[in-house]
Nanobody, 127 residues
Framework: QVQLVESGGGLVQAGGSLRLSCAAS????????MGWFRQAPGKEREFVAA?????????YYADSVKGRFTISRDNAKNTVSLQMNSLKPEDTATYYC???????????????????WGQGTQVTVSS
């Protein structure tokens, strides 16, 4: 089992950057595929980015963030990060980190594919 804690959210102006981090506790972090999702008020939770297990050779992004966001992982530190650049007001949401035990070279883009979730961190982008 793994526990996830997100950090790094905040208030930023449009065009700015933020870096979210997700710290995982528990054993075997490298055997988990990881993902980031977000949920804005009154909207469904949506996929943002995902990375495969181990070295994270496979990454996958929502079209809305492709070219602006980068997901990465550091297995030595049990963390996964989301670098967010060129932020837009429509990126405003609560961002959630998610984990799924997987030893296949896949990155997962559906919320039901994940077994563990963090509590979320708020990102607000002002115009």
């Amino acid at each position: 089992q793994v526990q996830l804690v997100e950090s790094g959210g905040g208030l930023v102006q449009a065009g700015g950057s933020l870096r979210l981090s997700c710290a995982a506790s528990g054993r075997g972090f490298s055997t988990y595929a990881m993902g980031w999702f977000r949920q804005a008020p009154g909207k469904e939770r949506e996929f943002v980015a995902a990375i495969s297990w181990s070295l994270g050779s496979i990454t996958y992004y929502a079209d809305s963030v492709k070219g602006r966001f980068t997901i990465s992982r550091d297995n030595a530190k049990n963390t996964v990060s989301l670098q967010m650049n060129s932020l837009k007001p429509e990126d405003t949401a609560t961002y959630y980190c998610a984990a799924r035990r997987s030893t296949t070279a896949l990155a997962y883009g559906r919320s039901y594919q994940y077994d563990y979730w963090g509590q979320g961190t708020q990102v607000t982008v002002s115009s």
